[in-house]
């Protein structure tokens, strides 16, 4: 499986934007749909954006489209989200996920085959 790590969490206040990264390392990177996903404190970890092997498409929980956008750059072998407009109702753990195999749908954890070790985003009010 390919290692994950991410960066870019932080502290930031309603309306703000913060911007994720995610470098993978260990396998071919091309060969794996990746996504986001969170979890919130006492909630369950949620699907929140994926996309596909070459970038050519993309999918968004309905609570983060028209304000999250996910990228890569397969040659830097890293993900990304834009996080813009934020919400307090954002605040969660931001896990990088990769797809189990090259032709999952990544769209619950249970696609999920490599996770990243999680960053921090609180959005204050």
């Known amino acids: 499986q390919v290692q994950l790590v991410e960066s870019g969490g932080g502290l930031v206040q309603a309306g703000d934007s913060l911007s994720l990264s995610c470098a993978a390392s260990?396998?071919?990177?091309?060969?794996?749909?990746m996504g986001w996903f969170r979890q919130a404190p006492g909630k369950e970890r949620e699907f929140v954006a994926s996309?596909?092997?070459?970038?050519?498409?993309?999918y968004y929980t309905d609570s983060v489209k028209g304000r999250f956008t996910i990228s890569r750059d397969n040659a830097k072998n890293t993900v990304y989200l834009q996080m813009n407009s934020l919400k307090p109702e954002d605040t969660a753990v931001y896990y990088c996920?990769?797809?189990?195999?090259?032709?999952?749908?990544?769209?619950?954890?249970?696609?999920?085959?490599?996770w990243g070790q999680g960053t921090q985003v609180t959005v204050s009010s």
């Open positions: 996309i596909s092997r070459d970038g050519g498409g993309t």
């Open positions: 260990g396998r071919t990177f091309s060969n794996y749909v």
């Open positions: 996920a990769a797809g189990k195999n090259r032709w999952v749908v990544l769209r619950t954890t249970q696609d999920v085959g490599s």
